[in-house]
């Protein structure tokens, strides 16, 4: 493995970068890092894929104590990604909180994006009762508390690797800024990204679990998300939690797969 750094204003961002063919560059939701495509990777780079997986700012290997976790500056990482691999243009897809950062990414720099990929996306800022609020404070500082939660977010099936992983980035969570940047990440920030969503003109999938525990009703969710975009699908993945691409990669691959083709032209 071969960790590759991109410079930016405040820090730089790591990345690895597999295969050969259309460029897709994956980022991963808040509190995990690149591994956690780990499954998803071979997969894709087997179908004919260059494969970039992206600690974004704050996680993994990138740099820590960012002025800003805000998804439009976790897009223009994502931008300075494809820029580094040659410019792309690339289809983003983006997990959780990373879902967001792809929007903007799509609607600032269309000339660097073929199409964008949300999984496990949030379309509404939820208002939390008091106690969640308690839960929620207590979650984000624990690296110990986030990962019990993470454990909750695949209901159905876990990869066989999946403790292992969980434990390095535990680890990885308990180094200085590291839960600073897992907040920073998750904080509401204005303009949100359904704000942007029409002036995406790239194809758009928004691929959701049915069984995501994040949502009283995944496929509604998933709809909603859909809805707000000008040419988008909205499909679903049968016995999937938050992390498709972790407890399904194998039918996340070939949505995926058939998605990159339709978005360069296939």
Same mark, same amino acid.
Do not use: C
């Given at each position: 493995?071969?960790?590759?750094?991109?410079?930016?204003?405040?820090?730089?961002?790591?990345?690895?970068?597999?295969?050969?063919?259309?460029?897709?560059?994956?980022?991963?939701?808040?509190?995990?890092?690149?591994?956690?495509?780990?499954?998803?990777?071979?997969?894709?780079?087997?179908?004919?894929?260059?494969?970039?997986?992206?600690?974004?700012?704050?996680? $993994?290997? &990138? #740099?820590?104590?960012?002025?800003?976790?805000?998804? %439009?500056?976790? *897009?223009? !990482? =994502?931008? @300075?990604?494809?820029?580094?691999?040659?410019?792309?243009?690339?289809?983003?897809? $983006?997990? &959780? #909180?990373?879902?967001?950062?792809?929007?903007?990414? %799509?609607?600032? *720099?269309? !000339? =660097?994006? @073929?199409?964008?990929?949300?999984?496990?996306?949030?379309?509404?800022?939820?208002?939390?009762?008091?106690?969640?609020?308690?839960?929620?404070?207590?979650?984000?500082?624990?690296?110990?508390?986030?990962?019990?939660?993470?454990?909750?977010?695949?209901?159905?099936?876990?990869?066989?690797?999946?403790?292992?992983?969980?434990?390095?980035?535990?680890?990885?969570?308990?180094?200085?800024?590291?839960?600073?940047?897992?907040?920073?990440?998750?904080?509401?920030?204005?303009?949100?990204?359904?704000?942007?969503?029409?002036?995406?003109?790239?194809?758009?999938?928004?691929?959701?679990?049915?069984?995501?525990?994040?949502?009283?009703?995944?496929?509604?969710?998933?709809?909603?998300?859909?809805?707000?975009?000008?040419?988008?699908?909205?499909?679903?993945?049968?016995?999937?939690?938050?992390?498709?691409?972790?407890?399904?990669?194998?039918?996340?691959?070939?949505?995926?797969?058939?998605?990159?083709?339709?978005?360069?032209?296939?």
């Amino acid at each position: 493995m071969t960790v590759s750094y991109v410079a930016r204003d405040g820090g730089r961002i790591a990345y690895e970068v597999h295969g050969a063919g259309p460029l897709v560059v994956l980022a991963h939701g808040m509190g995990e890092n690149r591994g956690s495509y780990r499954h998803l990777v071979p997969l894709l780079v087997e179908a004919g894929h260059r494969v970039a997986s992206v600690d974004v700012r704050g996680h $993994g290997d &990138s #740099s820590v104590d960012w002025p800003s976790y805000a998804p %439009a500056e976790v *897009a223009a !990482d =994502l931008l @300075a990604v494809v820029r580094d691999l040659g410019g792309g243009p690339a289809v983003l897809v $983006g997990n &959780s #909180s990373a879902a967001a950062a792809v929007v903007f990414a %799509a609607a600032d *720099a269309p !000339d =660097l994006v @073929a199409g964008i990929v949300q999984t496990g996306t949030f379309v509404n800022q939820r208002k939390l009762n008091p106690v969640m609020r308690v839960v929620v404070a207590a979650v984000t500082h624990s690296p110990r508390l986030f990962g019990m939660f993470h454990k909750t977010l695949f209901p159905v099936t876990r990869p066989a690797d999946d403790a292992a992983f969980r434990r390095a980035m535990v680890a990885k969570l308990k180094e200085p800024g590291r839960m600073a940047a897992l907040r920073g990440v998750v904080e509401p920030v204005e303009p949100h990204w359904t704000t942007r969503a029409r002036e995406v003109r790239q194809p758009v999938l928004v691929l959701m679990g049915t069984r995501d525990p994040d949502f009283p009703d995944p496929g509604a969710e998933a709809r909603a998300a859909r809805r707000l975009f000008t040419t988008a699908e909205a499909r679903m993945i049968d016995d999937s939690g938050h992390y498709p691409h972790a407890d399904q990669p194998a039918r996340t691959a070939e949505q995926l797969t058939a998605f990159v083709a339709v978005s360069h032209g296939a």
